[in-house]
């Protein structure tokens, strides 16, 4: 059974840092995309940064300020957050799925089949 297990919330203040840890429990998990979303009440899901073979891809309003990395062994996906702004505040979701189609939609939450129980991130001005 595949589960994510998100950790690292929290309040912090605007110019603050935060980092997000997600484990992977299950195999295979080193060929998967594995990115982060976030979402707010009322809002869609909303794309922030992922990792596929290697490549790493960000949302226009994070690029620059989150960095995502994942260990050797591929089953835990972490999201280093910098220079946090108000606009930040959101829950934060771990996304993983195993496809290894050229057509995946990345950024696309409906891509992703496996989700974390999320993580609230709260930034103060």
């Known amino acids: 059974q595949v589960q994510l297990v998100e950790s690292g919330g929290g309040v912090v203040q605007a110019g603050g840092s935060l980092r997000l840890s997600c484990a992977a429990s299950?195999?295979?998990?080193?060929?998967?995309?594995m990115g982060w979303f976030r979402q707010v009440p009322g809002k869609e899901r909303e794309f922030v940064a992922s990792?596929?073979?290697?490549?790493?891809y960000y949302a226009g309003s994070v690029k620059g300020r989150f960095t995502i990395t994942r260990d050797v062994a591929g089953n835990t996906v972490a999201l280093q957050m910098n220079n946090l702004k108000p606009e930040d505040t959101a829950v934060y979701y771990c996304?993983?799925?195993?496809?290894?189609?050229?057509?995946?939609?990345?950024?696309?939450?409906?891509?992703?089949?496996?989700w974390g129980q999320g993580t609230q991130v709260t930034v103060s001005s």
């Open positions: 299950g195999r295979g998990f080193s060929s998967y995309v």
């Open positions: 996304a993983a799925d195993p496809s290894t189609a050229s057509t995946f939609q990345i950024m696309g939450a409906g891509s992703y089949r496996y």
């Open positions: 990792t596929w073979s290697r490549t790493t």
